[in-house]
C-alpha cells in the first residue's frame, strides 16, 4: 500500500465530485428535504379522520353524541347525510373514512334507560387508520356511557399504563433517529454504486489498469471522498435531528459518530462491490437501489418493526448492517444506550465492514478482458 | 416517421437484453420489491413479546395472562423475577410491553374490592404501543367486567357500539400496502430506464451519433420511452399478478379500468423521467435526481400514512404527484371495487398533469437538443 497511490486516486475522485456540483448538492440537500418532510408531513399519529353522520333521531341527545366525535379531535364531521344510500359514494370515494349511524329511537331509549344502539362504519382499507380509530370510536362510546349513567363505575380493574422513552408517543420521536440510517444508506447507494461501473463505462478503467495502483489503493482512494462527504451529512442530520425537531439525544454523541462512521466505511464498501459486480452503470444503480436502499428502509426495523415479519425473512434481516445500525441510533437516542448494551451490534458492524471491504478487493479484476 | 421510432425502440431493447445482467435487474428486481414489501410492510401488531412479573400467582392473575397469550395480540417471553429484570428486557428490546401483578390481586377480585394493574410499554414505537395499549385495555377491560359480572348481577346502561368494517374487514393491512407497492414499482422501473437511457447516450457520446441521423426530437423522444413503458406494463403485470396469486390480495375491480388508468399514470411518469433527463449529465446524475425525486413522491402521496394527518402546506403539495391520484385508483379498483364513476376525478388529474408534465419536458428536451 503506497499512501501516496492513494491520496492521489482520492485527489481525482475528489476533483470529479467537485466538477460535479449537482451531485454534490444532492448529497447535502437531499438529506435536509428528507428530514423536513418526515419530521414535518409523516406522522403516523392519527387524527382528523373524516367523517360523515347519518342521524335519524335529530335530537339534542345525538347531536352531543356526535358533538363527543368532534371534541375528542380524532374525527372531524364534515358531511351529513339522509340515507344510508348517500353514505356509499362518502367511503367509496374516501371523502369519508368513518360514517357514524344513529338510529331513531336514540334518545328514547336513552330517556327510557334502555340500551342504545349506534352503528359505525369503518373503511377498513386503510387498515392501520381503521385500527386505531375503531379504538377511538369505542372509547367514546364508553365516555358517553358513563356521562348518561352520572356516575363513573369504577372499573373492577384499573390498568396503569406507562410509557417509557417516548411517553408522548409521537412518532417523529421515533421516525427520526432511524431516518438517519435510511438517509445515509441512500447517500452511500448513490455515491459510490457508480463510481467503478462509470470508469468502465467512459472506457477511463483501462487508463487506470495501465497504472500502477494496486487494488486497495484504487478503492481505498475511491472511498475516502465519499466517506468524507457522508460523514458531514451523518453531522448535519444529527444537527438537524436534535435543534430542530427537538428529538431527544440522551446517549454519548461520540459513540454515535464512532458506530456511523463504521456504518459508512461498510456501506461504501458495499457500494462499491456493487459496482465492479453490476458492471454498467444502470445494472449498478439496480443493484444498489435492491440492495442497500430497500433493505435499509424495509428490513431494518426503521417503520416495520422486525418482530412482525415472517420468519424466514427475519433470518434476512440479520444479513443487513442498516439493522443493527437503526437499534443503534434508536438506542442512543431515546433509551441513551452505552457500548455496554450494544457492543453485539457494533462488533456485527466492525465485521460486516471488514468482509465487505476484502470481498470487495478480491472481486476487483485489474485486466482488460 | 413510424419507421424510424420502431428501429429506435428495437434498439433500445437489443441494449437492455443484450446484457444478461440488465435483464435480471429489470425483472428481478420488482418481483424482490413486491415480496419484501409484501412480507414485510405490515402495520399488524401481533404478537407482541411481552414479559410478565406476577407477584400474585394465583388463579385470577393465571386467568388473565391465558388471556392475554389467547388473544393472539400478546405472546408471554419472560418472566422476570424483579422490577430491575423488566427494566433490563425492555432495555434491550427483548420485549415490548411488561405488565406487573401485585401481590393480593386475585384476592381482591373474589372480594369484588377495585384493584390496579401496572402495564409499562416500550413508546419507541409510537404506533405499536398506541395498538399494544388499545388491546391490553381491551382485554383487561373485558376481563373486569366478567368479573364483576360474576360477582353481582349489575345491570349497567350501556350505549352498544356496533363496528362493521368495509372493504378489509379483516384488517389485513397487506391488502392495503400492496396495491400501493405496484404504483410505486411502476414508477421505479419507468423513471430510472427513461432518464438512464437518455442521458446515456449523452454520456457514452453517441448521443451526437443519433442527432446525425434524420431522427426528429420527437421521434427520439418516443423512441426512448416507448420501451420504457412498455417494461413499465411488464412489470405492472408482473407484481400484479403476484399480488393476486401469492399474496392473495383481493381484486374486485374491472382488471380493463387498472390497465387503462396505468396508462394515464405513465404518462406522467414518463414525463417526469424525461425531465430528470434534461437537467442531469451524467448517469450518476440521473440516478441521484430520480431518487431525490421520487422519495418525496412517494412520502407525500398517501402511501403510508394518511393525506389528511399532513400539515396544510404539505396536502397542496401533494396534488402534484401523479402517485396520489394513482393511488386512490389502485386501492379503489383492488379493494372498494369502484369504477370510474367514482374514479373519474383522479383520471382527469392524472391526464391533465401527464399531459402539462410530458410538454413541458418535451420542450425542454427539444430546447437542449438544438
Redesign the interface.
Known amino acids: 500500500m503506497n499512501i501516496l497511490r492513494i491520496k492521489a486516486i482520492a485527489k481525482k475522485e475528489f476533483i470529479q465530485i467537485w466538477r460535479?456540483p449537482?451531485?454534490l448538492a444532492?448529497?447535502f440537500?437531499?438529506p435536509v428535504?428528507?428530514l423536513f418532510?418526515?419530521g414535518?408531513?409523516?406522522?403516523?399519529?392519527?387524527?382528523?379522520?373524516?367523517t360523515v353522520v347519518f342521524d335519524m333521531d335529530k335530537s339534542s341527545l345525538s347531536r352531543e353524541f356526535i358533538n363527543q366525535f368532534h371534541e375528542s379531535g380524532y374525527f372531524r364531521v364534515n358531511s351529513y347525510v339522509e340515507s344510508y344510500k348517500a353514505i356509499d359514494?362518502y367511503?367509496?370515494?374516501?371523502r369519508a373514512r368513518v360514517a357514524v349511524v344513529i338510529p331513531e329511537n336514540f334518545s328514547k331509549n336513552i330517556r327510557k334507560?334502555y340500551?342504545?344502539?349506534?352503528?359505525?362504519?369503518?373503511?377498513?382499507?386503510?387498515?392501520?387508520?381503521?385500527?386505531?380509530a375503531?379504538?377511538y370510536?369505542?372509547a367514546i362510546?364508553?365516555g358517553?356511557?358513563q356521562r348518561?349513567?352520572g356516575t363513573r363505575?369504577?372499573?373492577?380493574?384499573?390498568?396503569?399504563?406507562?410509557?417509557?422513552?417516548?411517553?408522548e408517543?409521537?412518532?417523529r420521536?421515533?421516525i427520526i433517529p432511524g431516518l438517519i440510517a435510511i438517509v445515509m444508506a441512500?447517500i452511500i447507494a448513490?455515491l459510490s454504486s457508480?463510481t467503478i461501473a462509470?470508469e468502465w463505462?467512459?472506457g477511463t478503467m483501462e487508463q487506470l489498469i495501465s497504472t500502477p495502483v494496486k487494488t486497495p489503493e484504487l478503492i481505498l482512494g475511491k472511498l475516502i471522498p465519499y466517506f468524507l462527504i457522508g460523514f458531514a451529512d451523518t453531522i448535519l442530520t444529527i444537527l438537524m435531528s436534535t435543534l430542530l425537531f427537538n428529538v431527544p439525544l440522551r446517549g454519548s454523541i461520540m459513540l454515535l459518530l464512532g458506530l456511523s462512521g463504521i456504518f459508512l466505511f461498510g456501506g461504501l464498501s458495499f457500494g462499491i462491490l456493487m459496482s465492479i459486480v453490476?458492471?454498467?452503470?444502470?445494472?449498478a444503480?439496480?443493484?444498489a437501489?435492491?440492495t442497500s436502499?430497500?433493505?435499509a428502509f424495509?428490513?431494518s426495523g426503521f417503520?416495520?418493526?422486525i418482530?412482525?415479519?415472517?420468519k424466514p425473512?427475519q433470518i434476512v434481516t440479520y444479513l443487513i448492517p442498516a439493522r443493527y445500525f437503526v437499534?443503534i441510533l434508536?438506542?442512543i437516542f431515546?433509551?441513551g444506550?452505552t457500548l455496554k448494551?450494544l457492543w453485539v451490534e457494533a462488533l456485527l458492524l466492525t465485521l460486516f465492514a471488514v468482509i465487505v471491504f476484502t470481498a470487495a478487493n478480491r472481486k476487483f479484476r485489474k485486466r482488460i478482458e | 416517421m413510424f419507421e424510424r421510432i420502431k428501429n429506435l425502440v428495437i434498439k433500445e431493447f437489443i441494449y437492455y437484453f443484450r446484457?444478461k445482467?440488465?435483464v435480471f435487474?429489470?425483472f428481478?428486481?420488482p418481483l424482490?420489491?413486491i415480496i419484501?414489501?409484501g412480507?414485510?410492510?405490515?402495520?399488524?401488531?401481533?404478537?407482541?413479546?411481552t414479559a410478565l412479573y406476577d407477584l400474585d400467582r394465583s388463579s385470577e392473575s393465571r386467568e388473565l395472562a391465558r388471556r392475554l397469550e389467547s388473544s393472539g395480540y400478546f405472546t408471554i417471553k419472560r418472566m422476570p423475577a424483579s422490577p430491575g429484570e423488566i427494566r433490563e428486557l425492555?432495555?434491550?428490546?427483548d420485549v415490548?410491553c411488561a405488565i406487573q401483578i401485585n401481590r393480593g390481586f386475585g384476592k381482591d377480585?373474589q372480594k369484588?374490592i377495585?384493584?390496579?394493574?401496572?402495564?409499562?410499554?416500550?413508546?419507541?414505537?409510537?404506533?405499536?404501543?398506541?395498538?399494544a395499549?388499545?388491546y391490553?385495555?381491551?382485554i383487561?377491560?373485558r376481563?373486569?367486567?366478567d368479573?364483576?359480572g360474576a360477582k353481582v348481577n349489575a345491570n349497567?346502561?350501556?350505549?352498544?357500539?356496533?363496528?362493521?368494517?368495509?372493504?378489509?374487514?379483516?384488517?389485513?393491512?397487506r391488502?392495503?400496502m400492496v396495491p400501493g407497492v405496484i404504483a410505486v414499482i411502476v414508477m421505479?422501473t419507468c423513471l430510472?430506464l427513461t432518464s438512464?437511457?437518455i442521458v446515456?447516450e449523452r454520456?457514452?457520446g453517441t448521443m451526437e451519433q443519433l442527432m446525425v441521423t434524420p431522427i426528429r426530437p420527437l421521434e427520439l423522444i418516443l423512441g426512448k420511452t416507448i420501451p420504457a413503458a412498455i417494461i413499465g406494463y411488464f412489470d405492472m403485470a408482473l407484481v400484479t399478478v403476484f399480488g393476486v396469486f401469492w399474496f392473495e390480495v383481493p381484486i374486485h375491480g374491472a382488471v380493463l379500468l387498472l390497465v387503462l388508468c396505468t396508462g394515464a399514470y405513465l404518462l406522467s411518469v414518463l414525463g417526469f423521467g424525461l425531465l430528470i433527463s434534461t437537467?442531469?449529465?451524467?448517469?450518476?446524475?440521473a440516478?441521484?435526481?430520480t431518487?431525490?425525486f421520487f422519495?418525496?413522491v412517494i412520502?407525500?402521496s398517501g402511501f403510508?400514512?394518511?393525506i389528511?394527518?399532513?400539515?396544510a402546506v404539505?396536502q397542496y403539495i401533494t396534488y402534484l404527484s401523479p402517485l396520489r391520484y394513482f393511488l386512490?385508483i389502485v386501492?379503489?379498483i383492488f379493494?372498494?371495487g369502484?369504477g370510474i364513476n367514482?374514479l373519474w376525478p383522479q383520471i382527469a388529474a392524472l391526464l391533465i398533469l401527464g399531459t402539462a408534465i410530458l410538454t413541458i419536458s418535451a420542450l425542454r428536451f427539444k430546447k437542449r437538443l438544438a
Open positions: 460535479d449537482f451531485s444532492m448529497a440537500l437531499m428535504i428528507l418532510i418526515y414535518y408531513a409523516i406522522t403516523f399519529d392519527i387524527d382528523k379522520i373524516r359514494p367511503l367509496d370515494s374516501g334507560g340500551n342504545a344502539q349506534v352503528e359505525v362504519l369503518i373503511d377498513g382499507s386503510d387498515s392501520n387508520t381503521a385500527t386505531i375503531q379504538g370510536t369505542l362510546a364508553e358517553f356511557s348518561m349513567r363505575v369504577t372499573p373492577l380493574i384499573d390498568s396503569r399504563s406507562r410509557v417509557w422513552y417516548n411517553n408517543l409521537k412518532s420521536n421515533f441512500v448513490l457508480l462509470r463505462d467512459r453490476g458492471k454498467t452503470q444502470l445494472a444503480s439496480q443493484a437501489l435492491l436502499f430497500l433493505p424495509l428490513l417503520i416495520f418493526s418482530s412482525n415479519i415472517p425473512l437499534t434508536k438506542g431515546l433509551k444506550s448494551v | 446484457e445482467r440488465t435487474f429489470l428481478a428486481t424482490i420489491q419484501i414489501f412480507y414485510v410492510a405490515t402495520m399488524d401488531v401481533n404478537n407482541v413479546s425492555i432495555d434491550k428490546g415490548l377480585i369484588g377495585p384493584t390496579e394493574i401496572q402495564v409499562i410499554v416500550d413508546g419507541t414505537d409510537s404506533n405499536t404501543a398506541l395498538i395499549m388499545n391490553i385495555n381491551t383487561i377491560g376481563y373486569s367486567r368479573m364483576v349497567v346502561w350501556r350505549l352498544d357500539l356496533r363496528n362493521r368494517v368495509w372493504y378489509n374487514p379483516d384488517l389485513k393491512s391488502n392495503y421505479l430510472l438512464m437511457s446515456r454520456e457514452v437537467v442531469s449529465r451524467t448517469q450518476q446524475q440516478m441521484t435526481a431518487f431525490f422519495q418525496p412520502l407525500l403510508a400514512t394518511p389528511e394527518t399532513m400539515p404539505f386512490v386501492r379503489g379493494l372498494k369502484v367514482i
